[in-house]
């Protein structure tokens, strides 16, 4: 089931749709990468605008969290 999540990203509060699996992979990876998770997302949507992750913020983070778990497994 999709919940909503807010967030502040760049002084602006945002809600997330996104599945409470995905939301709490979120927060493991921030934790692991010493961010908080705000700083986590915001980096992502920053990305976003750069790369070939998605145009809209919930598919670039699942996206973003796909890639990761990916990459460690190589």
């Known amino acids: ?12 509060r945002t ?11 979120l927060r493991q ?3 692991q990468d010493g961010l908080s998770l705000a ?5 992502i949507d920053d990305e976003r605008l750069n790369t070939s ?8 983070l699942r996206v973003y969290l796909l890639q990761y ?3 460690r497994q190589v």
Do not use: C, D, K
């Open 1 to 12: 089931m999709i919940r909503r999540y807010s967030v502040t990203l760049h002084g602006h």
């Open 15 to 25: 809600s997330i749709s996104l599945e409470p699996e995905f939301w709490a992979l």
């Open 29 to 31: 990876v921030a934790e």
């Open 39 to 43: 700083a986590l997302i915001q980096t």
């Open 53 to 60: 992750l998605p145009s809209g913020l919930s598919s670039a």
């Open 69 to 71: 778990l990916q990459n």
